[in-house]
Nanobody
Framework: QVQLVESGGGLVQPGGSLRLSCAAS????????IGWFRQAPGKEREGVSC????????SYKDSVRGRFTISRDNAKNTVYLQMNRLRPEDTGVYYC?????????????WGKGTLVNVSS
């Protein structure tokens, strides 16, 4: 059974850091694109970052590039999103997903999300 479980969210002050984890089970995450998406209150879901299976090619939303880093631990079948210099506009529910291309329409399995709240 394919499962994706996010963890690591929480309340953090602006300028702080969090590391999100996406634990995959039921499949080898290195064979797929794993993406992080977020949805802020009252807004549509948007893509944040992706990592491609096989060559670990990464991509980022412009507003997070240089602050966020996506990575993979194949031994743990887990994908991480290290988020530094967080801003209030980074607040939202963060989801990881599995697919064949890096956009929400290309994702076929989703986790339930973890809440990130950047506030002073």
């Amino acid at each position: 059974q394919v499962q994706l479980v996010e963890s690591g969210g929480g309340l953090v002050q602006p300028g702080g850091s969090l590391r999100l984890s996406c634990a995959a089970s039921g499949f080898n995450s290195d064979y797929y694109v794993i993406g992080w998406f977020r949805q802020a209150p009252g807004k549509e879901r948007e893509g944040v970052s992706c990592i491609r299976g096989g060559d670990d090619r990464t991509s980022y939303k412009d507003s997070v590039r240089g602050r966020f880093t996506i990575s993979r631990d194949n031994a743990k079948n887990t994908v991480y999103l290290q988020m530094n210099r967080l801003r209030p506009e980074d607040t939202g529910v963060y989801y990881c997903a599995r697919g064949l291309k890096c956009d929400s329409s290309g994702m076929t399995y989703w986790g339930k999300g973890t809440l990130v709240n950047v506030s002073s």
